[in-house]
C-alpha cells in the first residue's frame, strides 16, 4: 500500500519533472508539424489566411513550380561539394593541430574563430567582400576580368568558399575530439610493426575514427540539405536562377511574390520528408558498417 | 555525442520554414481573439486628434521622408505616431504574417505596386468618404489613387512619391564634350551619351549603369522608355504581358549594344538591387535612369529629366508608397487625422517639397521650393506624364529574385535575345494567373 502511494508520487513527480519540456516540446514542435501538415492540405495566401481544404492542389502547384526539379538538383550538387569539402578540410586541420608544435593552440584558435560569426553575418560580411562595387577585391576582380557572383559555377565557388571559411573549423573541432579519443597505444603498437605514417593513418586513424565520421557526415549532410541565408544574402538565387536551393525556393513561394503558405507549406512537407528518408539510410549505413 | 550535435549546423534552413509556420501559427493563435472593426472609415473631415499613440509602418528604402512627416506630425498633434521601419525585402512577409494574425499598425504604407494586391486581400480600409471629401481631390497623384482603388471605392492615398528621371553628371557631361545644360533626347542618344563618356578612358567611370539582376529596379527606370512610345507593357487589366512590340526590341537592343560596348557599370550585371544607384552617387557613372528620392542626397551638379524613348518622349514610372488604414486599426478617425494632415499645403510642400522631395498633389507643383531649384519642377511636371501600373501578380511577375521579366532582360541583354517570345508567354502565365 505504502508502496503503491511512493510510486504513484515518484510517478508524478516524473511527469512534473518533465511537463516543462514536454509543453515545450508540444508549443515548439508537435502543433507547428501539425499545422503545416494542415497548410499543405489548404488554400492558404499569406496574405488572407486559411481559406479551406484543398488537398491534394498545392502538392501538385509545388511539384509543377518550374524551379522546383532545378532547386532539387542544385541542392544535391551544393550538399555533395559541402560535405566532401568540410569534412576533408576539417580532418587535414584536426591533423595539423593535433601534432604538438609551437603554433597549436594560435592555428586552433585562428581555425576556430570564424564559427563565432553568425551565418547571416558572415553572409554580409562576404557579400561586401565580393562586391565588384564596394569590395576592396574589386580592383582584383577588374584586373582578372571575373565577378565573384558573376557566373553560375562561380556563384557556387564563392558560397562554398564562405561556408568553409565558416564552417571548417567547427568540423575541425569534432575531428580533434574523435582524433584524440583513438588510445596512443594502438600507435605504438602499428609503428613497431613498421607501419609508414600512410598506413598508420589507413588503417588505424581511419576506422577507428568512423563514429565520428558517421556524426560530421550526418551533420552535414542534413546542415547542407536546408543551406538558405549563404544563398539569400549572397546570390539571391542568381545569377539567372542558378543557385536556388530548395529553402529558398519555400521561401520565394511564400514571401516572394507568389505569397501562398499553402504550396510553400506543401514543398517543406516534401523536404521534411526527404530528410528523414535520408538521414535513417545514413545512420543505417554507418551501422552496418559499425558492427 | 549529441551534446556536441545540438549547435547544428545551418540552421538557416529550418529558420525559414520557421518563419513560414511562424506565420500560420500567428493565425491559428489569432482566430481565437479576432476583433470585429468596421471596413469603412467615416471620419470626421479632420479626423481625430485626442493624444491618441498611432502606430505606421513602412519600408526601409522611404525612411527619410517617413520621419520627416512622422516628426513634423507629432510635433504640432496631440496624437503621436510611432513609426517602425522595416528592411525592404523583409516587408512583405512581415504585413503578412500581420495581416493574418490581425495585428497590422494603425497606418501602413506599401509599395505602390502591391497595393492593388493588397486593396483586394482587404487589408485597408475603405476611406472613400473622407476622400471625396478633400476640396483637392482632383490634384492628388492619379496614378496612386487609382493604384489603391477597388470596386469604385478608394483605399489608399500616395505617402512618398519615388519617380525614376534621368540623371546626368554634368562634370562628366563637360569633360566628354556633351552640352551639360542638355538631356539625351532619344533612347539612341542616352547610349550616344553613354558611350561618349565612356570613350574618356578614365579609370573606373563608365557610361551608365542599372541593376541587371534587380526585376524591382529594371521595371522602375525601364517601363518609361516604353510609355513615352505611347506603348504599354502589359494589357489595361495587368494579365497580358506585351513585351515583344517593336518598341520592346528597340528598347531591349539599345541596353544589348550598351552592354557589349562596355559601356555600362560592370557590376551591373550582378547587381541585385542593393547598391544599384551607388555608382552614379560616387560620380563614377556619367548618367543613369535613377530614383528622384535621391536628388537631395546627391552630393554633385547633376541635371533631370523624363526618362527618354526611343523616338523621343519622356515618361517616368510614378512609384513609391501608397498609405491607408489598416483593417485592424481600432483608431480610425485618429489615423485619418495623420492622412488628412499629411495632404495638406502645410506638409507637402513644409515637409515634403522643402526636402526636395516630390509633392503628391499637383496643384503645389510650382511651389516656393521648387522655384528654387528648376530640376523639381522639371520633376512635378513629369510626374503628371508618368504612369503606375496596376497588376495583381505584379510582385511575382517583376519583382521576385527569380521572375520571368527578370530571366527576359537577362536573355535581351546580356545575351542574343533568342528567347524573347518564350519569356513574354512566361510573364503573361504569371500575371494572368
Known amino acids: 500500500m505504502v508502496t503503491k502511494v511512493r510510486r504513484n508520487r515518484d510517478a508524478a513527480a516524473g511527469w512534473l519533472f518533465a511537463s516543462p519540456t514536454a509543453v515545450f516540446v508540444v508549443l515548439l514542435f508537435a502543433l507547428p508539424l501539425v499545422l503545416v501538415f494542415k497548410m499543405s492540405a489548404s488554400r492558404w495566401p499569406l496574405l488572407a489566411g486559411d481559406q479551406g481544404v484543398n488537398f491534394p492542389d498545392n502538392y501538385v502547384k509545388a511539384v509543377e513550380n518550374r ?39 594560435l592555428l586552433r584558435v585562428s581555425f576556430l574563430i570564424p564559427s563565432a560569426l553568425g551565418l547571416a553575418s558572415a553572409s554580409l560580411l562576404f557579400y561586401v567582400l565580393y562586391s565588384p562595387l564596394a569590395g576592396p577585391l574589386a580592383p582584383v576582380m577588374e584586373d582578372l576580368g571575373i565577378s565573384f557572383l558573376g557566373t553560375p559555377n562561380m556563384a557556387l565557388g564563392s558560397t562554398l568558399f564562405l561556408i568553409v571559411w565558416r564552417y571548417a573549423g567547427f568540423y575541425m573541432l569534432l575531428m580533434l575530439v574523435g582524433l584524440q579519443s583513438v588510445p596512443s597505444e594502438v600507435y605504438e603498437a602499428a609503428h613497431l610493426d613498421g607501419a609508414t605514417r600512410w598506413q598508420q593513418f589507413r588503417r588505424v586513424t581511419l576506422p577507428l575514427l568512423r563514429p565520428t565520421l558517421a556524426l ?32 529558398q525556393l519555400i521561401y520565394t513561394v511564400a514571401f516572394q511574390g507568389q505569397n501562398d503558405l499553402g504550396v510553400a507549406a506543401a514543398l517543406s512537407v516534401i523536404a521534411l520528408f526527404a530528410l528523414v528518408v535520408i538521414n535513417v539510410a545514413q545512420l543505417r549505413a554507418f551501422r552496418y558498417e559499425g558492427t | ?141 492619379k496614378g496612386h489613387l487609382a493604384a489603391g482603388t477597388d470596386g469604385g471605392k478608394e483605399y489608399v492615398l500616395p505617402f512618398v512619391l519615388d519617380l525614376s528621371m534621368l540623371f546626368w553628371n554634368k562634370a562628366l557631361f563637360k569633360e566628354a564634350g556633351l552640352d ?147 483593417k485592424d486599426s481600432a483608431k480610425s478617425d485618429q489615423a485619418w ?60 511577375a517583376y519583382n521576385a529574385t527569380n521572375s520571368p521579366w527578370l530571366s527576359l532582360v537577362r536573355d535581351c541583354v546580356l545575351e542574343s535575345c533568342a528567347n524573347l517570345q518564350k519569356n513574354n508567354d512566361q510573364v503573361s502565365a504569371v500575371l494572368g494567373q
Open chain 1, 216 to 247: 560530421t557526415t550526418v551533420l552535414c549532410v542534413t546542415g547542407s540539405l536546408l543551406a538558405f541565408e549563404q544563398f539569400y544574402i549572397l546570390t539571391k538565387g542568381g545569377p539567372d536562377n542558378s543557385t536556388v536551393s530548395v529553402v
Open chain 2, 1 to 141: 555525442m549529441r551534446g556536441i550535435a545540438a549547435p547544428r549546423c545551418w540552421s538557416g534552413g529550418r529558420r525559414a520554414i520557421a518563419a513560414v509556420v511562424a506565420v500560420g501559427l500567428a493565425v491559428v493563435l489569432a482566430a481565437c481573439g479576432s476583433s470585429d472593426t468596421d471596413t469603412t472609415v467615416q471620419a470626421p473631415p479632420d479626423g481625430v486628434d485626442d493624444g491618441s499613440e498611432l502606430t505606421l509602418w513602412t519600408r526601409a528604402p522611404l525612411e527619410k521622408q517617413a520621419k520627416l512627416l512622422v516628426e513634423a506630425y507629432n510635433a504640432s498633434h496631440k496624437n503621436q505616431v510611432k513609426l517602425t521601419v522595416v528592411p525592404n525585402d523583409d516587408y512583405v512577409a512581415k504585413v503578412g504574417a500581420a495581416a493574418g494574425s490581425s495585428s497590422l499598425p494603425d497606418l501602413f504604407a506599401a509599395d505602390i505596386v502591391y497595393v492593388p494586391n493588397w486593396v483586394k486581400q482587404g487589408l485597408f480600409k475603405d476611406i472613400s468618404a473622407n476622400i471625396n471629401g478633400l476640396s483637392f481631390k482632383d490634384s492628388i497623384n
Open chain 2, 180 to 326: 551639360p545644360e542638355k538631356a539625351p533626347s532619344t533612347l539612341a542618344e542616352y547610349a550616344a551619351a553613354a558611350k561618349a563618356v565612356q570613350g574618356l578612358n578614365k579609370s573606373g567611370v563608365y557610361g551608365t549603369a542599372t541593376g541587371l539582376n534587380c526585376g524591382g529596379c529594371l521595371v522602375f527606370t525601364w517601363f518609361p522608355s516604353f510609355w513615352a512610345d505611347g506603348q504599354d507593357v502589359t494589357n489595361a487589366e495587368g494579365t497580358a504581358s506585351l513585351l515583344t512590340s517593336d518598341t520592346a526590341k528597340k528598347v531591349f537592343g539599345t541596353w544589348q549594344d550598351l552592354w557589349k560596348s562596355g559601356a555600362v557599370l560592370p557590376s551591373s550585371r550582378d547587381e541585385a538591387g542593393p547598391t544599384w544607384t551607388a555608382g552614379f552617387t560616387q560620380g563614377k557613372v556619367g548618367l543613369m535612369f535613377y530614383p528622384a528620392t535621391l536628388l537631395s542626397s546627391t552630393p554633385f551638379d547633376v541635371g533631370v529629366a523624363g526618362i527618354p524613348g526611343a523616338a523621343g518622349g519622356a515618361s517616368t514610372f510614378v512609384g513609391g508608397d501608397g498609405i491607408g488604414i489598416s
Open chain 2, 337 to 396: 487625422n495623420f492622412l488628412n494632415w499629411m495632404m495638406t499645403e502645410k506638409a507637402q510642400v513644409e515637409v515634403l517639397a522643402k526636402n526636395n522631395d516630390v509633392v503628391s498633389r499637383s496643384d503645389l507643383a510650382d511651389n516656393l521650393y521648387a522655384a528654387k531649384d528648376p530640376r523639381l519642377v522639371t520633376i512635378n511636371k513629369v510626374a503628371a506624364d508618368g504612369r503606375t501600373p496596376v497588376s495583381l501578380n505584379f510582385q511575382q
Open chain 1, 67 to 105: 524551379f522546383f526539379v532545378d532547386s532539387i538538383v542544385f541542392t544535391l550538387k551544393y550538399t555533395f561539394l559541402a560535405t566532401v569539402l568540410l569534412l576533408a578540410l576539417g580532418l587535414g586541420l584536426a591533423l595539423l593541430v593535433q601534432e604538438s608544435s609551437r603554433w597549436r593552440n
